[in-house]
Nanobody, 119 residues
Framework: QVQVVESGGGLAQPGGSLRLSCAASGSISSFNAMGWFRQAPGKQRELVASITGGGTTNYANSVKGRFTISGDKSKNTVYLQMDSLKPEDTAVYYC?????????????WGQGTQVTVSS
């Protein structure tokens, strides 16, 4: 059993910043992929940023240069620093963690945290 808990969402003004945190715990000792996704009303869930166990990062084009993903492997925690926020960043943000076991990939999702960017 794996638990994934996000925190740090809320309301920010355009141009402002928020920092999301995600902590994974449970029966898996380490994860080889952690990432943030978001889903706006009426839209599909999309990848925002991801980081591998080796530290390789990947970003959606829409957030490059504004968002930074980082992780603490010792704590199975991943962060998303969001700067220069825009109203179009408004969405529910979900953390996903993954691991590979016996040749198969397994993923777990958090419950989501609301991010609203509005003046």
């Amino acid at each position: 059993q794996v638990q994934v808990v996000e925190s740090g969402g809320g309301l920010a003004q355009p141009g402002g910043s928020l920092r999301l945190s995600c902590a994974a715990s449970g029966s898996i000792s380490s994860f080889n992929a952690m990432g943030w996704f978001r889903q706006a009303p009426g839209k599909q869930r999309e990848l925002v940023a991801s980081i591998t166990g080796g530290g390789t990062t990947n970003y959606a084009n829409s957030v490059k240069g504004r968002f930074t993903i980082s992780g603490d492997k010792s704590k199975n925690t991943v962060y998303l620093q969001m700067d220069s926020l825009k109203p179009e960043d408004t969405a529910v943000y979900y953390c996903r963690v993954g691991t590979r076991y016996m040749g198969s990939d397994y993923y777990w999702w958090g419950q989501g945290t609301q991010v609203t960017v509005s003046s």
